[in-house]
């Protein structure tokens, strides 16, 4: 196998991995740098953030420049699969697909559920952020993964992003990616805690001198939500909604807790009207629907991810527990811009809790910031 040339040293390698031979003139030298400055190759290393309902990807030096739907439509002729759609265009043919079209979502509680696919998607991602370049790099690739998943999914992850072009793949715990990018102080002996709350797992997890002092992985995010609304709708109204119309009550009226007024007396909140198939008589219809039915929908979801929190805390060393007091615990990922979570926790735990900046985006900025930075480079891991 012939090595591929991945150009200069980075930070972290040794100072010798890219010292000239001893025959190598200064000039010489000075005509490669002259040489790299004129082609000026940018960089292909990126982080990606490979998540249950979304992908964002990471590249050195350019910031977020990706965020697509974890999705891909998979079209069948003549018994031979081609990949029809990835990321948004595939999201919208989701429960809308003919007999020779499906729409997968490759990862389900944040691992790889299909490899062969999640692969094509990261291929996919790949191409779409550095184009079909004349003379391809390969790149290096961090990519997260849950605190709790098993070496078996971890290296399902390393193979499938190996497939698809890396030359180097890095996994990072997802709680240590979403504290780098809350600019937590994740290298210093300071407790703090971070709750990620993705679309198929919730993070919660205590850190310190850029090490998990504490994790664990609860198997409720987003989708658990959409599962939740759809389950109240069909007991309580006999509708049957789809998975993409449940997702867009949560995003509308989404609420963690019974709604109430100016003067704090319980109220409805907002209405949305839902469109979907009426179980009694077969036929389409459409009811009305209010954020305090909502809320009473989401609640075994959000009481699970409060009992993960309060478990996390239960077996927190006193030193971090007495850091976390001052520090309090921070949202992020998507789950995180659910209505009044935030509050929720804060009266169950009596802590200070706050979100994120960009709850989104936040475990992809601290991917890439451990790529990127020296100082974070010890948290990454191999498969």
């Known amino acids: 196998m012939v090595e591929q040339d991945r150009g200069p040293p980075y930070k972290g390698e040794s100072a010798l991995a ?16 002259s040489l790299m400055r004129f082609f000026k190759f940018p960089s292909h290393d990126m982080a990606i953030d490979l998540g249950t309902a979304n992908t964002v990807v990471y590249v050195r030096g350019r910031g977020v ?12 002729i003549n018994g031979v699969k081609r990949v029809k759609a990835v990321g948004d265009d595939a999201k919208m043919m989701m429960g809308k697909t003919p007999d020779q079209i499906e729409a997968i979502r490759p990862l389900r509680d944040g691992v790889i559920a299909d490899i062969d696919v999640a692969e094509q ?157 009426d179980l009694v008589n077969g036929v389409p219809k459409e009811i009305t629907i209010n954020q305090r039915q909502i809320a009473e929908a989401l609640s075994e979801p959000v009481n699970t991810i409060v009992e993960g929190v309060r478990i996390a805390l239960e077996n927190t060393a006193p030193e971090l527990a007495a850091d976390i007091v001052d520090q309090g615990i921070v949202l992020t990922g998507g789950g995180a811009l659910l209505q009044g979570l935030d509050e929720v926790l804060r009266d169950e735990t009596g802590l200070p809790v706050t979100v994120a900046d960009d709850p989104l985006t936040c475990v992809a900025i601290g991917t890439g910031r451990a790529l990127e930075e020296e100082i974070f480079r010890g948290v990454l891991q191999t498969a």
């Open 65 to 76: 420049v990706l965020n697509e739907p974890s999705v891909v439509a998979i079209e069948t």
């Open 121 to 277: 998607m990261i291929k996919h991602f790949i191409q779409k952020v550095h184009g079909k370049r004349r003379f391809p790099r390969w790149p290096e690739i961090v990519i997260c993964v849950p605190s709790g998943s098993t070496s078996v999914e971890r290296r399902a992850i390393r193979d499938a992003a190996s497939n698809a072009g890396a030359s180097q793949v890095w996994l990072i715990e997802e709680p240590m990616a979403a504290a780098i990018g809350a600019d937590m102080p994740v290298t210093e002996p300071i407790g703090s805690m971070v709750v990620d709350i993705g679309g198929g797992t919730t993070e919660v997890a205590v850190l310190s001198l850029r090490g998990l002092a504490y994790t664990t992985s609860v198997r409720v995010g987003g989708d658990k939500m959409d599962e939740a609304i759809s389950s109240y709708v069909r007991r309580n109204h006999n509708l049957l909604i789809g998975e993409a119309t449940a997702e867009r009550i949560k995003k509308q009226v989404g609420i963690a807790k019974p709604p109430t007024d100016a003067e704090g007396r319980p109220s409805d909140g907002l209405t949305v009207h839902i469109k979907g198939r």
């Open 18 to 33: 890219g010292r000239p031979p001893a025959s190598f003139s200064f000039e010489q030298r000075d005509h490669q740098m």
